[in-house]
């Protein structure tokens, strides 16, 4: 069975803490996506990869970098912890081929508080 | 800028009912629409994937439409369960590396 595993299920952090999501794939695919969900506002696109060491902007990139040494792993990093970034966050993996992606697969999204 | 709306943001239906869930997108340039649900606390669940050139997705009791020129797509549920009841989202690719826009989904309850 394919899987996106995302390390942790709850974290708790304090304002201005350095704050590291990771997210693992076992299933080879190229791209890799980080999303924020909030109430009312849906999911939102923060980061993606699509290549090792390539990263592009989503529609939120502010407070938030990344980073892909590995094919199988894509990390989200807060580089200053703030509560509006208190949130469910949602990592997903998806393959690419001829005439387009070829669908998503989820992790099972960190729940991350800031306080 | 692609916006995507799903309607209704709610239902309630008993157990048994056929029900159709909406979704609409602004910009027709897509490559493909996705379907998902979502369960209270939990991560995305695929459900079907519509490639642009596409015009229906079956998996089981589930059927999704793509209609690219109007900009529509449908999931039909048939004879729903109480176990549907979740959250279901829509979501369009808006590029070759597939980065989704996603609707804000339908909360579905299934009553027994």
């Known amino acids: 069975d394919v899987k996106v595993t995302q390390s942790s299920r709850y974290l708790v952090k304090r304002t201005g803490e350095k704050v590291f999501l990771e997210c693992v794939q076992d299933m080879d695919h190229e791209n890799m996506f980080w999303y924020r969900q909030d109430p009312g506002l849906g999911l939102r696109l923060i980061y993606f990869?699509?290549?090792?060491?390539?990263?592009e902007k989503g529609d939120i990139p502010e407070g938030y970098s990344v980073s892909r040494e590995k094919k199988e792993r894509f990390s989200l990093i807060l580089e200053s912890a703030s509560t509006n970034q208190t949130s469910m966050y949602l990592c997903a993996s998806s393959s690419h081929g001829v005439g387009g992606n070829y669908g998503y697969t989820f992790g099972s999204g960190t729940r991350l508080t800031v306080v | 800028k692609q916006e995507v709306t799903q309607i209704p943001a709610a239902l309630s239906v008993p157990e048994g009912e056929n029900l159709v869930l909406n979704c609409s997108f602004t910009?027709?340039?897509?490559?493909?629409l996705q379907w998902f649900r979502q369960d209270p606390g939990k991560g995305l669940t695929s459900l079907l994937l519509i490639q642009s050139s596409q015009r229906e997705q079956t998996s089981g009791r589930l059927n999704a439409s793509l209609d690219k020129s109007s900009g529509r797509s449908t999931l039909y549920i048939a004879a729903s369960q109480p176990g549907d009841s979740a959250t279901y989202l829509c979501a369009v690719s808006r590029g070759s590396q597939g980065n989704l826009i996603f609707g804000k989904g339908t909360k579905l309850s299934v009553k027994p």
């Open positions: 990869s699509y290549d090792v060491k390539m990263k």
């Open positions: 910009d027709s340039a897509i490559y493909n």
